[in-house]
Nanobody, 125 residues
Framework: QVQLVESGGGLVQAGGSLRLSCLASGGNVSRLVMGWFRQPPGKAREFVAYRTWIYEFGVYADSAKGRFTASRDDAKNTVYLQMNELTPDDTAVYYC??????????????????WGQGTQVTVSS
């Protein structure tokens, strides 16, 4: 059973940056698909980014490309989401997720078995 704990959320002004962290226990992040999703106020949860052990690069939603970077530290069993150039549209609860099988896309919620509790990111204008 993999347990995930996010941290690093908070309030930031537009144009600023935040780095979210997700500490995994009960599983090895280097052998899991590690994804990031977010749920804006009043909206459905949406895919943001993921990384696998297969490729040494992340896959990103269009809204995140060029601004967000997903990375991992195998020694700390932690994954990160570096978010730059934040806008009010990035305001959401951000979730870390882990999947045991890489489906080839891994952009759907159903691709992940384990979820963190979420961390709030608020971007002020």
């Amino acid at each position: 059973q993999v347990q995930l704990v996010e941290s690093g959320g908070g309030l930031v002004q537009a144009g600023g940056s935040l780095r979210l962290s997700c500490l995994a226990s009960g599983g090895n992040v280097s052998r899991l698909v590690m994804g990031w999703f977010r749920q804006p106020p009043g909206k459905a949860r949406e895919f943001v980014a993921y990384r696998t052990w297969i490729y040494e690069f992340g896959v990103y939603a269009d809204s995140a490309k060029g601004r967000f970077t997903a990375s991992r530290d195998d020694a700390k069993n932690t994954v990160y989401l570096q978010m730059n150039e934040l806008t009010p549209d990035d305001t959401a609860v951000y979730y870390c997720a882990a999947g045991e099988v890489w489906t080839g896309t891994s952009i759907r919620e159903d691709d992940y078995e384990y979820w963190g509790q979420g961390t709030q990111v608020t971007v002020s204008s």
